[in-house]
């Protein structure tokens, strides 16, 4: 079975504020992690990614949180923008494999 | 560069029909990805390749599903018969190391 998850399958946030989308994940062993974007009627399309030996890292307007205490990870979208409006998939890579788990759905209120 | 093409964008067939997608990966990926996304999931892989060679189609109902890729360039997808079931966006994806580049999908619809 997948050992990705997301919290939420819906969220909605203000135009200008931050978003965090949540991921809990269940395989300790997994090389690192994914986040992807889709919108709709497009393929999924990276993100930001992290290494299992890294706590975060950040890219233009996204931060991403991996806590292996926990087995969570979040991605954190600064300044949330129309163009964000999408589903979130986090991944995972375990044995070369990408394995995703069920998405988020973020809607940008203008 | 141009990115991953997937022919064709929308097909409905009633069941036990077959149906066939078309993949052009970016130039020079030797690696090939297909994978299947029921509608609320997030795609699962079916098949991969590394040229035209599969590496892992573990999770490729293979009673019904084939797939191939000849000159390790394009790659054909075929379902036959086709299930109610297998009503799903088909996403084709390639890769030059790491980083896997997605089609737009093709969106399969059985009645």
């Known amino acids: 079975g997948e050992s990705v998850g997301l919290h939420l399958p819906t969220l909605s946030v203000q135009e200008g504020d931050n978003s965090i989308i949540n991921c809990a994940y269940s395989n300790s062993a997994s090389d690192y992690f994914i986040w992807y974007k889709q919108e709709s009627g497009k393929g999924p399309q990276f993100i930001i990614d992290?290494?299992?030996?890294?706590d975060k890292r950040q890219g233009q307007r996204v931060t991403v949180l991996l806590n292996k205490t926990v087995k969570h990870l979040s991605l954190q979208i600064a300044a949330t923008q129309p163009g964000d409006s999408a589903v979130y998939f986090c991944?995972?890579?375990?044995?070369?494999?990408?394995?995703f788990g069920q998405g988020t759905e973020l809607s940008v209120k203008p | 560069e141009a990115g991953v093409a997937q022919s064709p964008r929308y097909k409905i067939i009633e069941k036990r029909q077959s149906v066939a997608f078309w993949c052009n990966p970016i130039s020079g990926h030797a690696t090939l990805y297909w994978y299947q996304q029921i509608l609320g999931q997030g795609p699962k892989l079916l098949i991969q390749?590394?040229?035209?060679?599969?590496?892992?189609d573990s999770q490729l109902p293979k009673d019904r599903f084939s797939a191939e890729r000849l000159k390790g360039v394009d790659s054909t997808l075929k379902i036959q018969p086709a299930k109610l079931e297998d009503s799903a966006v088909y996403l084709c994806?390639?890769?030059?190391?790491?980083?896997?580049?997605f089609g737009p999908g093709t969106r399969l619809t059985v009645t």
């Open positions: 991944a995972e890579i375990k044995g070369g494999k990408l394995i």
């Open positions: 390749f590394q040229n035209n060679g599969v590496v892992d």
């Open positions: 992290i290494r299992s030996n890294m």
């Open positions: 994806a390639s890769s030059l190391v790491d980083e896997q580049y």
